[in-house]
């Protein structure tokens, strides 16, 4: 049996490596999947300018930057890629359970709606 850091089963993260598996290996079912949690996968990678670059991190688990959704911010709909980024990593190696902090999810508006 698998033991989490927390003391739990470890469930959530055999399920989040699995859906990797599934949807790194199959381009449909991922598209699929995605649009259950209200994304778009598109056929092109998202350019970021090179500033913006520099502060994103490279998810390991993300094969591709090809993805967005639409977000309410402020009243107004807009179309966001999900990002992470950093203004400070700092590496705990012995910490429990997160051996990384100063990782920031961030939504940035990259896609002019188009109707």
């Known amino acids: 049996m698998l033991l989490h850091a927390d003391g739990g089963s470890g469930r959530g993260l055999i399920s989040h490596e699995i859906f990797h598996c599934l949807t790194r290996n ?8 995605y649009s259950l949690i209200g994304f778009h996968v598109m056929d092109h990678e998202v350019e970021f300018g090179p500033t913006i670059r520099n502060l994103l991190l490279q998810n390991p688990d993300v094969d591709h930057d090809d993805c967005w959704g639409e977000f309410t911010i402020e009243g107004q709909k807009r179309r966001c890629a999900l990002t992470l980024d950093t203004r400070k990593v700092l590496f705990v190696p012995y910490a429990t359970p997160a051996l990384i902090r100063g990782i920031h999810a961030t939504l940035l508006e990259h896609f002019p709606k188009k109707d």
């Not at 199959?26 to 999947?33: C, G, I, P």
């Open 26 to 33: 199959n381009a449909e079912f991922r598209a699929a999947l």
